[in-house]
């Protein structure tokens, strides 16, 4: 079993920044990718953010330029720094981790909550 951690959400004003992170247990080899997901009320969950072990990154259209994605491979943890928030950004946001390769598994984080107000 794969336990993600998610922790950073909260409320800032539109133009603000918040940082959120996501810390991987359970004793299973470390994921291949790790990523940021996010789903407003009454909305399709989408990318964010994600990147492999190996650093590449990859972002979703949604916050592309205002967002940035990193990794600490030896503590299995994720960062997301978000700048320039916009009310449009409030949504819940979900850690996700994948490994392709023995053993293959798929996790998800609970979500930490953000919300932007204007």
């Known amino acids: 079993q794969v336990e993600l951690v998610e922790s950073g959400g909260g409320l800032v004003q539109a133009g603000g920044s918040l940082e959120l992170s996501c810390a991987a247990s359970?004793?299973?080899?470390?994921?291949?990718?790790m990523g940021w997901y996010r789903q407003a009320p009454g909305k399709q969950r989408e990318l964010v953010a994600s990147v492999t072990s190996g650093g590449t990154t990859n972002y979703g259209d949604s916050m592309r330029g205002r967002c940035t994605i990193s990794r600490d491979n030896r503590k299995n943890t994720i960062y997301l720094r978000m700048n320039n928030l916009k009310p449009d950004d409030t949504a819940v946001y979900y850690c996700?981790?994948?490994?392709?390769?023995?053993?293959?598994?798929?996790?998800w984080g609970q979500g930490t909550q953000v919300t932007v107000s204007s």
């Open positions: 996700n981790a994948r490994r392709v390769v023995t053993p293959v598994y798929t996790a």
């Open positions: 359970g004793g299973l080899p470390g994921a291949s990718t």
